[in-house]
């Protein structure tokens, strides 16, 4: 422990050195006398009332009580629920009588587990107030440290935050201003001030969980026999739960990581490992695809965690489209055939090895279940996502980077073929993002909007020339308000609003394509609820509590007037009911396909989401509630919608994530026709049968975090699989072989 003033260590003092201490400022500001208090409680709720009048049986006839002196011979109410520093007055004593300043500080130490406030001259503008303590005090600048509570290192109590910033490490969230106090530590100066083997609380959450797992096993070989026989219970809790964190594959994170960075897929990994360490047993856990956002190395691991879970008498469910965690489970349920109104059916279930060995039924009994099933056919092999006959090789345009630094990347220099379908791979946390996103988007944007400036990123890039437009399809979201969806982002509903507009019923009554808007108010000739601005709901404050949803009872939900769900299309002849504008929102992709069959301008929208593997999100669903792939992949749709230019460079983020093996061969035909028509695309992927289907591979590696942020290897993906120090190629040499 060390002063934050003067970095002096920090060693206890006695009651004699605390006298001396007081004597000292006293006389050397010319104080006269001491008053003597004894801090019992310091910033804790509760009303206190048994122990003021403990106190006051002890002779005690005065209290410091959050900042005013009281008489505890009178009734003192204090609120429970408020945070209250009771100081109880031991003596007011004159500096110059030694044995009386003595005795009232020894009694305060007793009395307040060796702390004392010493104020001086109270009554006057030049007092001064002295915190003390017979545990832990600077010698030099009397810093007094307060007792060390795991509350003092925690950013989320006013105890532990910095003062400055509230514990939050900037002064201003918008502008990501670091705080100047704390340096973006987010703790107080005392907090910061004690160290373990050399390094802050700040420092041991900064390591990634790998290195902080290795910290502590060194840091228990330097501590003596008796402080590792105290603290052995704390070294088998810490040990336990970064083991179980590794475990699920996420060595590459920091304990200061926000949570609101994290994938869905690393948030749900961090929450299995705590569970695993509750060590529960006869429990149901639930899991929606937990591999998201896993390399088939991290992916093995995951798999080893949750048979640790069943080992330990426990049922796992898990929603996955990985072929290796099918592979590995006991019992497969398969709904299907298909998505949206063509799925909800039980199509195959049973015993994994025997639906994977079964082949072709010969009853007709056990034929028709497992015929049905378009997950069993991948995984039996009888369909398959097949390699390309050629690599395109004949094609000599590139990006050419050079010095690519940043994060974890070790100035990375190497080359992006263009008008191909490139792939960067590696495991979690080796750099992918980091090469795509900040050093390969950000500087070719600077350099072919000839931006100001010098690069950031790296040293050099060169080859933007071959570019007409650079486009980052992530997986943010689409839109921010529950009133974004994907007709209106993709561009659907214009051409539906138009179509009801043209209907006969519509035109009689004068309505515009504006009429039905559920954005445009009816003071403009809109159509919505007005009683909820066409949401569909009404938002109710909580006081204490998060705002509540409640679904509008006027419209109940429809987001439209009465008068504009009157006007509906499709009572002909063809047999289709006649639906409202209401009742097409309520429609998924794959249903509202039907439904306008032969109105092109709008079936050939929904042809390319139902392309992307969407055809199952209905057409109002709120941006709020996609998923990041399914918001990537309404932007890819909204491009391809468009007039496709050429020699545009797309770069995605995992665009498979969430989808079937169905799904993803009818992705990489979406993609294959994108670079057919002139384009290039840099994706990030994990998916096996994605990555042998590209042109060009760039492996990072060989670890996450600090261990990464190298090419291993690069090249078609039959020279990656002849790398042996690529871990991604060695499961790509697997795949492969397959076919």
């Not at 083997?197 to 959450?205: A, F, Q, R, S, V």
């Not at 507009?501 to 609820?529: I, Q």
């Not at 792939?629 to 890819?636: C, H, S």
Request: net charge neutral; proline share 4%.
């Amino acid at each position: 422990m060390y002063c934050p003033n003067d970095g002096s260590r920090i060693k206890k003092l006695s009651i004699d050195e605390i006298v001396q201490i007081v004597k000292e400022t006293g006389t050397g500001n010319n104080f006269e006398y001491i008053t003597v208090l004894a801090p019992v409680v310091r910033g804790r709720k509760g009303e206190y009332y048994q122990l003021l009048y403990d106190f006051l049986n002890l002779g005690f006839s005065q209290a410091r009580i959050d900042g005013e002196f009281k008489d505890l011979h009178e009734k003192i109410v204090l609120s429970r629920y408020k945070e209250h520093t009771i100081e109880i007055l031991i003596d007011k004593v004159m500096l110059h009588d030694e044995s009386r300043v003595f005795e009232a500080i020894e009694t305060a130490l007793n009395h307040s587990q060796g702390i004392v406030n010493v104020v001086f001259d109270e009554k006057k503008e030049s007092r001064r107030e002295l915190l003390l303590s017979a545990k832990w005090t600077c010698p030099k600048c009397s810093f007094a440290f307060p007792e060390l509570e795991p509350r003092l290192f925690s950013f989320n109590s006013p105890h532990g935050a910095c003062e400055m910033c509230s514990g939050l490490g900037k002064t201003d969230l918008f502008l990501k201003i670091t705080c100047p106090s704390c340096q973006g530590k987010r703790l107080k100066p005392e907090a910061l001030s004690v160290l373990i083997h050399k390094h802050t609380i700040h420092d041991i959450c900064a390591m990634t969980l790998e290195d902080l797992f290795g910290f502590f096993v060194d840091y228990e070989k330097h501590v003596s026999d008796r402080d590792k026989q105290i603290a052995s219970a704390i070294f088998k809790e810490i040990h336990d739960r970064l083991e179980f964190l590794l475990q699920v594959g996420v060595d590459y994170l920091t304990l200061t990581r926000e949570a609101e960075t994290l994938s869905g897929g690393e948030a749900q990994r961090i929450r299995l490992a705590s569970q695993i360490g509750t060590r529960l047993s006869n429990t149901l856990y639930v899991l929606d695809e937990p591999t998201i956002g896993l390399h088939e190395r991290d992916t093995d691991r995951l798999i080893k965690t949750l048979h640790t879970l069943k080992d330990q008498h426990n049922s796992v469910v898990v929603v996955e489209h990985d072929e290796r965690t099918i592979a590995n489970a006991d019992y497969l349920v398969d709904l299907g055939p298909l998505a949206g109104i063509l799925g909800g059916e039980v199509v195959a279930e049973g015993d994994v090895k025997q639906l994977l060995g079964v082949g072709k039924q010969k009853t007709e009994k056990k034929k028709e279940p497992f015929e049905r099933s378009l997950t069993l056919k991948y995984l039996r092999g009888e369909k398959s996502i097949e390699i390309p006959l050629s690599r395109r090789d004949k094609i000599t345009e590139k990006l050419h980077i050079e010095g690519g630094r940043v994060h974890n990347l070790k100035n990375i220099t190497c080359d992006i073929p263009l008008r191909k379908l490139v792939c960067v791979t590696g495991v979690s946390g080796s750099g992918k993002s980091s090469l795509l996103y900040d050093v390969v988007y950000k500087n070719a944007v600077h350099v072919k909007n000839h931006m100001p400036g010098d690069l950031e990123t790296a040293s050099k890039i060169l080859g933007t020339e071959y570019l007409n437009n650079i486009v980052m399809v992530d997986q943010s979201p689409i839109g921010r308000t529950p009133r974004s969806n994907p007709s209106t982002y993709t561009g659907i509903w214009t051409p539906v609003r138009e179509l009801f507009a043209s209907l006969e019923e519509a035109r009689a009554r004068n309505y515009t394509a504006s009429r039905f808007s559920f954005n445009v108010p009816s003071s403009r000739g809109g159509g919505r609820c007005e009683a909820c601005e066409g949401a569909g709901f009404n938002i109710i404050e909580m006081h204490f509590l998060p705002p509540v949803e409640v679904e509008c009872e006027v419209c109940h939900g429809r987001r439209f007037s009465k008068e504009t769900l009157q006007v509906k299309y499709g009572n002909l002849p063809a047999g289709r009911h006649g639906k409202n504008i209401a009742d097409v929102l309520a429609m998924t992709v794959d249903e509202a396909a039907v439904f306008f069959d032969g109105i092109y301008t709008v079936t050939d929208k929904l042809k390319v989401l139902q392309e992307v593997g969407l055809g199952y999100i209905h057409l109002g669903q709120s941006a709020t509630t996609l998923s990041g792939g399914e918001a990537q992949r309404i932007k890819l749709s909204k491009e391809l919608i468009g007039p496709l230019g050429k020699r545009t460079l797309y770069m995605l983020d995992e665009p498979t994530v969430g989808l079937h093996y169905y799904d993803v061969e009818m992705l990489l035909k979406v993609l294959n026709k994108l670079i057919e028509k002139g384009n290039s695309i840099v994706l990030i992927e994990h998916n096996m049968h994605v990555i042998k289907s590209c042109d060009y591979v760039i492996d990072l590696g060989p670890e996450g975090g600090e261990g990464g942020g190298k090419i291993i290897a690069k090249g078609t993906p039959e020279e990656v699989a002849q790398s042996k120090d690529s871990y991604t190629g060695q499961y790509l040499k697997k795949v492969l072989r397959k076919g």
